[in-house]
């Protein structure tokens, strides 16, 4: 049985397993090579269970305890051991440390937190759409009510992502962003293209976290950006649509 080391794995500095799984490492074939984990983007499903297998065994976590979600860009959170495991949903959250939590992503933002006082953890998929809609607060607000979370107390990681350089949007984006909470930095025009803007996505979130309470030195960025580094990272932007999903992955400290 081949495995994943998990040094493999980019991170963050979260006191709790986490990490977001690299492009290599897997079975399937262009344009999926190789650790693609998406089940609906067109690649063989042998091959997406051999990758995913991988990835279970690098963490230590039998496949019935896996945490996922049918993303919709929403802002719907799923809380594992009560909600139905692929339900619905656009975050995850759970304090009991058999639960591994599984974000997929190709650009779109792997938001991950660590309560640090009770060990409760959560996991957002925030694309512009989840962001805007709040996906990030509701996180925190489903971790306070079920965990007694207080966001004094929360650490966060913004995982690999497509960032503000590589990400030009619309007008309808830019105002919808600013709507939501987005400072200065995150949305810039397009000098090269008008009517065009550079929207970084981290930038929200991490303003929307510091409103919402946490701690600004508690919330670490990926230097990563997804559509940037080809050779470690899917990019649906990049790719035009036909490219594998990465895995965010975060657990309870045990
Ligand atoms: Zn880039």
């Known amino acids: 049985m081949i495995a994943l080391d998990l040094q493999a794995f980019e991170r963050g500095t979260l006191a709790a397993p986490h990490g977001f799984s690299p492009r290599s490492g897997g079975v399937s074939g262009a344009p999926f090579a190789s650790l693609n984990l998406g089940a609906s983007v067109g690649d063989a499903a042998p091959a997406v269970a051999e990758n995913r297998r991988r990835v279970r065994a690098a963490f230590g976590v039998p496949e019935a305890r896996w945490m996922t979600a049918s993303q919709v860009h929403g802002a719907q959170v799923l809380v594992a051991g009560r909600d139905p495991v692929g339900a619905e949903g656009d975050a995850l959250v759970a304090d009991d440390p058999t639960w591994a939590l599984a974000i997929s992503a190709a650009d779109c933002l792997p938001v991950l937190l660590l309560d640090v006082r009770t060990g409760a953890v959560g996991a957002a998929h925030a694309g512009w759409r989840g962001a805007v809609a709040g996906v990030v607060g509701a996180t925190l607000e489903v971790m306070a009510a079920r965990y007694g979370t207080a966001a004094a107390d929360v650490r966060a990681w913004l995982g690999p992502a497509i960032r503000g350089a590589c990400y030009q949007v619309g007008p309808e984006v830019v105002d919808a962003a600013i709507a939501a909470g987005a400072p200065e930095d995150a949305v810039?025009?397009?000098?090269?293209?008008?009517?065009?803007?550079?929207?970084?996505?981290?930038?929200?979130?991490?303003?929307?976290?510091?409103?919402?309470?946490?701690?600004a030195e508690g919330v670490a960025t990926s230097a990563t950006c997804t559509h940037c580094a080809a050779d470690r990272c899917f990019s649906h932007r990049r790719d035009a649509g036909r490219t594998g999903r990465h895995w965010a992955v975060l657990r309870p400290p045990g």
Not at 199 to 205: G, H, K, M, R, S
């Open 188 to 215: 810039r025009p397009d000098r090269g293209a008008a009517g065009r803007w550079r929207f970084d996505v981290p930038a929200l979130v991490r303003a929307q976290l510091i409103a919402a309470g946490v701690p």
